[in-house]
């Protein structure tokens, strides 16, 4: 066990004007599961930057462990299994180096040879590639990946062997940052339960059934502070709605009791006032001044109670997130069928992906499309929005049948949001008033939008499919990288509008509040 002490942490980026850490001070255990949570934007992934050494701060991270971050780049050329030992540790440059020195074979390079061993030795460099076997294992890796070359494997297979790969460095505490991104409902719970056998690391997650199989404390980026409890996501959640529901009628009690001080305060000085002006004429000047004293004491006492409550109240609703109701523009169309598909097979290279599909959509149904990655779920849905697509059997669309379209990836967005708001033709207030509501900061607005972190780009994305007009939405895997709170509104927008909707999600509880059918592609 080791702890992690954060002090008075001070950090601002050059390009902003405002902290996004101010003299936060919190302490980490390293033997914890830490679920990492907050809203997009709020500096999650600064923070892990930060304790990797990137950015320079003011204040102290104390720390005696060695931080290893996931994702992160590696040179995908050549075996997997080689791929992976290297990612371990750099057991080909420990071996040829220990092969140069015994061809050398002098004594300087013999010593040189030891010392290169020992090391080689400490770091199981022996029994290496049985490790690993035997961890992506626990993860359902098929043992055949690693004669195959790292760069045909899926995106899902990346993230499990690296994943495995960094549980195999010695002594390293381990950064996660949205690992699920890239796995389906079947692969989130396999890494969930691998995760759960761990400890040791932070994970940064917004699919709370995945947070809620591995966690064991929460680390939360709150609106003006950042706090850690015991438990998993759901407790954390109780236990935050039950300190916000606290403080909200603390708020209107001491609103109240302010009001009923206000009051009394000023009747005092009124009366305090009249009495004054009895004691002209007075026969007893000196009593009638008493008594104003004692009025205008009594007001001094109501109106210290009444700022200590001030003050009191200032404390409350800092932390209390605030979520905005959103609005979709879906409109009517002319017949109650949209879309329909009839024994529709997609095909690569002459090969066929998958069995044949079929399937309805009417108006007011939300289709969610289920299976592994890899089973055609995308090239569905690109089909359906017009790409060319290799493809066999019928697709049957509604004549003038507007479709909105989220697509899965967020790396070709670029440029300053004035110009993105034109090219797609989409009201720029609206556009705007949608993304402040899903907590958009200011000073994003201004950034290229490259620039913006992977849940802020994806929102940009739902944003202009909210402003636009439309019969039936087309989305695909919306919710990656997007935050819990913004997840809840958008449940509750199409729970309410229930808008004609074809969708790819693994979050599981999305698609179990969100989906009239579900059609599986297993």
Known sequence: MSIINVNNLTFSYDTHHENIFENTSFTIDTDWKLGFIGRNGRGKTTFLNLLRGKYEYKGDIVSSVSFDYFPFAVDEQGKTMEVIRNVIAPYSLWEEEMQTCIEENTEESLERYGSLLEVYMQHDGYSIEELIQKEIGKLNV???????????LSNGEKTKLLLAALFLKKNNFLLIDEPTNHLDSEGRKCVADYLKTKKGFILVSHDRLFLDRVIDHVLSINKHSITTQHGN??????????????????????KKEIGRLESAGHRNENWSRQIEKSKIGAADKGYV????????????????RQQKMIEE????LKNIEEADTLKIHCIDYAKSTLLELQNVTISYEGKQIGKPISFTVRQGERLALNGKNGCGKSSIIKLLIGDKIDYEGQVMKGSQLKI??????????????KSFVVQHGIDESLFKAILRK???????F???????????????????????????????????????????????????????????EHDLLFNKRIATDILSFD
């Open 289 to 304: 001044g008493h008594k104003s004293a004692k009025m205008m004491k009594r007001a001094k006492v109501i109106e210290h």
């Open 446 to 504: 201004d950034k290229d939008l490259a620039e913006l972190s992977g849940g802020q780009k994806k929102k940009v994305l739902i944003a202009k499919s909210l402003s636009e007009e439309a019969h039936l939405y087309v989305w695909d895997e919306p919710l990656n990288f997007m935050d819990i709170l913004s997840r809840n509104q958008i449940e509750e927008l199409l729970l309410k509008y229930q808008p004609a909707m074809i969708f790819v």
């Open 438 to 444: 899903l907590d958009f900061t200011r000073n994003a």
């Open 142 to 152: 098929e043992q055949n990946v690693l004669d195959r070359s790292f760069h045909t």
């Open 313 to 316: 109240k200032k404390e409350l």
């Open 233 to 254: 996501y759901s407790s954390f959640k109780e236990n935050k709605d039950r300190e916000d529901q606290y403080e909200q009628a603390e708020n209107e009690r001491l």
């Open 404 to 417: 909105s379209y989220v697509p899965q990836d967020t790396s070709f967005l670029r440029g300053d949001m």
